[in-house]
């Protein structure tokens, strides 16, 4: 909305606002349009959300001062980092303040004896990555886009890594966090154990900018494996894909990573990444050891395991340009589906059911997907029961809205039926609110007195994940 069709007490509370923040930020706060409009959306289809106003602070200090301007004019505040969700997550839906905390990036320390780091919620995941390239350690928590910490650990994030090295949830040990009155606060500590009160890392880890701004975080870090193993086997059906992994993991296969694709998302990356393997259910594999025996070991036990479930053997990437490319054509199935049909939208979906219904839950998937209008393929995490559908939609089509919308109600039931979760790795936004209530029953109103009792006005990223209006 522009500031000229703004109703006359939110334009005089917008003008009061930029008054006051203009001497604490300068330059760094814009209502310039461009700007407005690039913080109006992430990478979803959900419609775009202008803010009223943009602010880059460089400190947590500014963060508190910006909120106790926000509360004193009464006007909301969105946090925004690289702008990857796919939820909605940065839409500015009641316009207000929107906090771009990309020059926020600084690594704040490193210690590898302890295995830790702690950076500014600005910093990038390659970012830290580089910072680590002389330390014999990594972060492993992989989105497949470089998001900043601070939104990965806002939405929960996980990716291909997952299966061993957990998601965001684990690898948080401590944050600073600030509140919607502008109080900072610091949960967590640099210990691996606490029993020391409630666990308020992890309520903010997760919450989606809605409780706080999230502007430093202490991580985990992970020591870089010695001998490391990639594979690719294509098999006969989806369900023996799933259960090779099954097997695997009930054995105590060391998976790393190991992603499933689709018959339909291996053509499509074949034709984006330009490489050559057969249009079956396939399976990525990369094994990490303490040694190249342990990693043959574990190799040769999952190969024997496939080779039983219509498995037509492995096909291994042994040279380090070899299995960049193939986690690269993973990586970049969204742009490879979107190449399907040019000019097209793409509708991510996010479901996770226990692994044990993994398979039952994608045949019945791709049985749905059997009489759409549009393309769409199949890509997930299977190790961790999460996969997403990638629906290749026409964004000014009605019916194929309307449908696609449709699809996504039935495979979040269909998850649930299942004793899984509406969204595994995407987080809720504004996109999947309606399925709270579904999946969380009476614990949706406790949910709803955290939000009332940290943020009473509503203020903080409104109109995302809980509605208490």
Known sequence: MAPGSLSSSRLHAVQAALADLQPLLGSRVTTNAVEREHHSHGESYHLPALPDIVCFPQSTGEVSEIMKISARHQIPVVPFGAGTSVEGHVNALRGGVTIDLREMNKILRVNAEDCDATVEAGVTRMQLIKSLSNTGLTFFVDPGADATIGGMASTRASGTTSVRYGTMGENVLGLTVVLADGRVIQTGSRARKSSAGYDLTHLFVGAEGTL??????????????????????????????????????????????????????????????????????????????????????????????????????????????????????????????????????????????????????????????????????????????????????????????????????????????????????????????????????????????????????????????????
């Open 212 to 469: 706080g701004i999230l502007t430093e975080v202490t991580l985990r870090l992970h020591p870089l494996p010695e001998a490391v193993s990639v594979a690719v086997c294509s098999f006969e059906t989806v369900r023996g894909a799933v259960e090779t992994v099954i097997q695997g993991i009930q054995l105590g296969a060391g998976f790393a990573r190991v992603e499933f694709l689709d018959d339909k998302q291996v053509e499509a990356i074949n034709k984006y990444s330009k490489i050559d393997l057969p249009v079956l259910p396939t399976l990525f594999f990369e094994f990490h050891g303490i040694n190249s025996r342990d990693v043959k070991e574990q190799a040769e036990l999952v190969e024997s395991l496939a080779a039983e479930h219509g498995g037509q053997g492995f096909r291994w990437r042994t040279k380090l340009e070899d299995m960049e490319e193939l986690w690269s054509a993973r990586h970049n199935a969204y742009f490879a589906s979107r190449a399907l049909r040019p000019g097209s939208e793409v509708l991510s979906t996010d479901a996770c059911v226990p692994i044990s219904r993994l398979a039952e839950c994608i045949t019945e998937t791709k049985n749905d997907l059997a009489n759409f209008s549009f393309p769409a393929t199949i890509v997930g995490h299977v190790g961790d029961g999460n996969f997403h559908v990638l629906c290749v939609i026409d964004p000014k089509n009605p019916s194929e809205l309307e449908e696609v919308a449709q699809f996504s109600e039935r495979i979040v039931a269909r998850a649930l039926r299942m004793s899984g979760t509406c969204t595994g790795e995407h987080g809720i936004g504004s996109g999947k609110m309606k399925f709270l209530a579904a999946e969380h029953g009476e614990a949706l109103e406790v949910m709803r007195t955290i939000k009332k009792a940290l943020d009473p006005e509503n203020r903080m990223n409104p109109g995302k994940v809980v509605d208490i209006d």
